[in-house]
């Protein structure tokens, strides 16, 4: 199972692994806590990045039904604006938050997210509907395996989630998954990691037809990730990653080939100019996460 708080964060993390629990025939779901509506004013405008969702995973051959939208609010980034790092702090467990588009969950006309096709109706969002709805989510499908944002991440919505996922996981007494946990916006900013790569520069020189430098190379496959500083001021240690190899079909440096790049240009809506260096630089050969013990 992965879970995670926006739309392209799975391809972003998990693309590769993905790939190859399809390619063995291991059932994958994949959650999405947030619609992704930072920038909607309504749910027409604020559900735009789920299909993006249903088309990226498409790719990767993991079905729409395999999918599940939470439909709860995406306000910011900074822990003082994030949805779910304040849920999660929250004491009064029925405390009403309103989002910028709703202050109840909601998803596609064609697929409602959970709570409606669950409940028969919406659920409003307040720290016990959230987590109810998340552990109700984990215990019906019971994974062996989780994936999911980390603690360490400065992005709010992704340590909250983490939080959330551990607090269900350490009070359950007889299930007990693996857990692991990535970094997508690490304490050393986004600008400047994951490390821009040439690749990245005349993909979007090419794609997005823009005025790019870049360093010419002769690269066969993208590279490994590198260690950004500050890393290792909190918890999780760079030595103690975990690296899942992505399949070959998303090695390649020709970007026009590369299978997780593919699943990544569905999500348009994520893909703006001032943000595909970043995005685009998680085309690496690997995915990278930390075992939780909890």
Not at 72 to 79: K, L, Q
Not at 200 to 207: A, D, L, M, N
Not at 270 to 287: N, Q, R, T
Request: hydrophobic residues 35%; glycine residues 6%; charged residues 30%.
């Amino acid at each position: 199972m992965i879970i995670v708080p926006h739309e392209d964060d799975e391809i972003l993390m998990t693309a590769g692994i993905i790939e190859k629990a399809v390619i063995n025939n291991k059932k994958v779901t994949v959650v999405m806590a947030t619609n992704g509506d930072y920038e909607g004013t309504d749910k027409i405008s604020g559900s735009i990045r789920l299909q993006e969702t249903i088309n990226g995973l498409a790719v990767l051959g993991v079905p729409e039904e395999n999918v599940i939208f939470m439909g709860y609010a995406d306000t910011g980034m900074y822990p003082t604006e994030s949805f779910l790092y304040k849920l999660y702090q929250e004491k009064d467990e029925n405390r009403l938050f309103p989002g910028h588009c709703s202050s109840e969950t909601y998803g596609l006309p064609q697929k409602p997210e959970y709570h409606s096709m669950k409940h028969g109706k919406p659920a409003e969002y307040t720290r016990k509907n959230f987590k109810n709805d998340l552990q109700e989510i984990i215990l019906e499908k019971m994974p062996d395996t989780i994936f999911t944002t980390s603690e360490e991440d400065m992005h709010g919505d992704h340590s909250g989630l983490f939080l959330f996922v551990k607090e269900i996981l350490e009070e359950q007494i007889n299930y007990h998954p693996e857990l692991y946990s990535g970094v997508v916006h690490s304490k050393a900013g986004d600008e400047n990691w994951p490390v821009r790569n040439p690749e990245v520069f005349r993909y979007i020189q090419s794609k997005y037809k823009v005025a790019q430098s870049y360093e010419e190379t002769k690269r066969e496959n993208v590279e490994y990730f590198i260690c950004p500083e500050n890393f290792n001021d909190g918890d999780l240690k760079w030595e103690d990653r975990i690296s899942f190899l992505v399949p070959e079909n998303m090695m390649s440096a020709d970007f026009y080939r590369n299978k997780k790049v593919k699943a990544l240009d569905q999500h348009v809506n994520a893909l703006k100019l001032d943000a595909v260096h970043f995005l685009y630089s998680f085309i690496a050969m690997e995915e990278l996460f930390w075992k939780i013990d909890y």
